[in-house]
């Protein structure tokens, strides 16, 4: 038995999970992020671009850790700006970061348990959470093993075990598909999709065919700016057999980026 | 037979020792069965959450004896059954399966249980007893099985504001008729 | 703990054919969390399907855990440890105290110069403090920037850490050389609060970097140049120290929203 609290029942007031307005982020001098708008619920998010879009940016300022330089940005109906009260939003917030760095001596589940307790989840709570995330993963047979003994595979699936183990109603993942097996690709999409059925996730890839296979809803940056937002299918659409790539979806990306390109006067 | 010898089967499960676990898998299995048939009417569904729990069960118990200082090991073998019945509910909510919820039981106590007085405080059974039964089926999930709103909404395949509204009146029917 | 309920309750409870109220079933419920006894009259009650089905789950059960590892063993006080042992910070905790050690050399073989303890006593903590929470240094910073428990907690839990080695240190090498432990420790912690309040505007870093320059630059040198102690470190001025250190100290606290956002300023 346990206490329900009025603030868990008071009815959702924001509509959406991530919502950014104008967005600008400095990554060092150079304005990564110029004037983006973006909203996105449940589901899961695609996010593609060229190298240089701004992508990896625009993840480090959705998870908190760049300070926007100017826009308005808000997550799970709070704003993001500088003054504090950034712990409730970090709490239902989880992140894999494309260089993902770790203690070489901790083992997986040492790992996963500190970022879940770095993470204000209740004592009680962290075991059960970490078995659950280290299974969800298929990590289960290496939980014991240290971090520096891991493969780079395996590597980036305890980093994605770290990213859920607090079942965030964000969810940032930065290329976590790097270095994965096509085998382990798959199970992967298919934790995407699950999770995807009441959190919002936001996956970013150079692989078109990730997005397409699980993903709910695709979002196209190219310098900074939104480009695109659409479902895979309408990203289908858009190409046509003129434009180059191997598949429908390539041929869709390359078509928007075209037309983008056209369009600023390039 | 005590409490007290459960969560030592644990902290001898967690050094390895078979045995413990087999018993302990014994003492509790035909309660988790019975509360989980409760909440999922498909036996199916049931056996796959029941054996994910004890292999989870075997692989952590070293972590939850050590954290066991606060709750029951019955306690924490609930929540990690609940949180893989959710699980369960989400993948076939994703593959457009309807959640298997079983259908709501009689409302009115036979006579002879109305004798049992004082086991949750009459006043809270009459109240119970008057909410609407969606609300009472809301009200059981998140007190009495431990979940959140968004477990709640996936377990009962309801949207999340449908969830937070019905607890909302429940609770203030609740506090109404407890005052 | 509740009253026991009968055993024909108990039995229609365990038995799902039967028919039992929501209600009923509801304070069942709630006493069998507590008693094993009736837990085990539930056990006595299951019906020869529900032990067939128990019994295949068992098998089932079986399978799994041959196929698996054994329970694996956690080490003792694991999480404790990885909150407090900072391995990176080893490196710069090591070079300080061998600085101190190496002052403690100069002046017995150099009397001539004035105290160098307790001329490098402010300076000591701050190689320490400016990496414990910085970008380059701490392998798996991104991942920790962006959790809840980042922050003034953190920063100050680290700097523990660093103090807990300097403060030893400074205390040998000023009763080696004859220096009062007030005039070696009191600035050494001045200097520590100060950084860490000006770290809260500028970012640690850059803090340590700024305090440790200025005061080389205005009073090791000169003193070294000059061979006299410098007023600020007079044997009277202990109490000013203290006071300085306190004021910093609750200037840093009053404004813990400062350092949620440190990470933008590394």
């Known amino acids: 038995m346990r206490t329900v609290s009025a603030a868990e029942t008071a009815p959702t007031t924001y509509p959406w999970a991530v919502h950014a307005e104008g967005l600008r982020v400095r990554a060092g001098r150079h304005l990564a992020v110029d004037g983006l708008d973006l909203a996105l619920h449940t589901g899961v998010h695609g996010l593609l671009g060229p190298n240089g879009a701004g992508k990896t940016t625009l993840m480090r300022a959705l998870a908190t850790v760049l300070k926007p330089a100017g826009g308005r940005l808000t997550l799970l109906g709070e704003p993001v700006d500088g003054r504090g009260g950034l712990g409730r939003i970090r709490r239902g ?59 780079g595979g395996m590597l980036r699936r305890a980093g994605i075990a770290q990213a859920i183990v607090n079942d965030p109603a964000v969810l940032l993942l930065d290329e976590p598909t790097v270095g994965l097996d096509p085998e382990q690709r798959m199970d992967f999409r298919e934790l995407l999709r699950d999770i995807g059925v009441d959190s919002c996730v936001l996956v970013s890839t150079h692989l078109v065919e990730d997005v397409v296979a699980a993903c709910t809803d695709v979002v196209l940056i190219s310098e900074g700016r939104l480009v695109y937002q659409g479902t895979p299918d309408d990203l289908v659409r858009q190409g046509g057999e003129g434009y180059p790539g191997d598949s429908p979806a390539e041929r869709g990306y390359s078509a928007l980026l075209r037309r983008h390109r056209t369009e600023a006067g390039r | 037979m005590s409490a007290a010898d459960e969560e030592e089967l644990v902290r001898r499960t967690a050094a390895g020792d078979r045995r413990a676990f087999d018993e302990l898998y014994r003492r509790t299995s035909p309660w988790l069965l019975a509360r989980l048939r409760r909440r999922c009417a498909d036996d199916d569904v049931v056996a796959d ?11 952590a118990a070293d972590s939850f004896a050590g954290s066991a200082a606060s709750g029951s090991a019955v306690g924490w073998l609930w929540t990690i059954a609940a949180h893989r019945l959710v699980d369960a509910f989400r993948r076939r909510a994703r593959q457009n399966q309807m959640p298997a919820v079983p259908p709501a039981e009689t409302v009115a106590p036979a006579a002879e249980d109305e004798v049992m007085a004082g086991r949750v405080g ?12 969606e609300a009472r089926q809301v009200l059981r999930a998140m007190v009495l099985d431990g979940l959140s709103v968004r477990e709640t909404s996936l377990l009962l395949g309801l949207p999340e504001n449908t969830v937070k509204s019905r607890a909302r009146r429940a609770r203030l029917a609740l506090r109404e008729a407890l005052s | 703990m509740t009253a026991h309920p009968s055993p024909a309750v108990i039995a229609r409870y365990a038995d799902r054919a039967a028919n039992l109220d929501e209600v009923t079933a509801w304070s069942v419920e709630v006493h069998l969390e507590d008693c094993a006894d009736c837990r085990a009259l539930v056990a006595d009650s299951t019906t020869d399907d529900s032990r067939a089905l128990l019994a295949r789950i068992g098998t089932a059960l079986d399978d799994d855990i041959a196929a698996g590892p054994a329970p694996a063993r956690r080490r003792r006080w694991s999480a404790a440890r990885h909150r407090w042992l900072v391995w990176h910070l080893v490196p710069w905790t090591t070079m300080t105290v061998a600085v101190l ?16 303890v307790a001329l490098l006593a402010p300076v000591a903590p701050l190689p320490g403090v400016a990496i414990a929470w910085s970008r380059r240094h701490d392998p798996a910073w991104e991942l920790i920037a962006g959790t809840p428990a980042a922050g003034l907690a953190m920063l100050l839990r680290r ?18 050389t004859g220096v009062s432990l007030a005039s070696t420790l009191l600035p050494c912690l001045a200097f520590t609060a100060a950084t860490i ?10 803090a340590a970097l700024a305090l440790g320059a200025a005061w080389s630059l205005a009073v090791i040198v000169p003193a070294v140049l000059t061979a006299e102690l410098p007023v600020l470190l007079q044997p009277g001025s202990s109490l000013g120290w203290a006071l300085l250190t306190l004021a910093l100290g609750g200037l840093a606290a009053a404004r813990p929203d400062n350092f949620r956002r440190l990470s933008s300023l590394n």
């Open chain 2, 122 to 133: 009459q006043e809270l059974e009459q109240a119970l007893l008057e909410l609407p039964p």
């Open chain 1, 93 to 151: 917030l989880g992140y894999l970061p494309q260089q993902f760095g770790f203690y070489p001596r901790f083992t997986v589940r040492e790992f996963v348990e500190y970022m879940a307790w770095l993470k204000q989840m209740p004592k009680t709570v962290i075991p059960g959470a970490t078995q659950r995330a280290i299974e969800r993963v298929g990590l289960a047979d290496k939980a014991g093993a240290r971090m520096k003994t891991l493969s």
């Open chain 2, 49 to 59: 959450v029941m054996q994910e729990t004890y292999l989870a069960v075997w692989r």
């Open chain 3, 159 to 176: 700097t523990a850490v660093v103090l807990a080695v300097v403060v030893p240190a400074l205390a040998v090498a000023s009763s080696r």
């Open chain 3, 101 to 116: 050690v190496c002052a403690v050399l100069l002046e017995a073989l150099q009397p001539s110069l004035p105290s160098l």
């Open chain 3, 197 to 206: 309040a000006l770290g809260g505007l500028v970012g640690v870093h850059r």
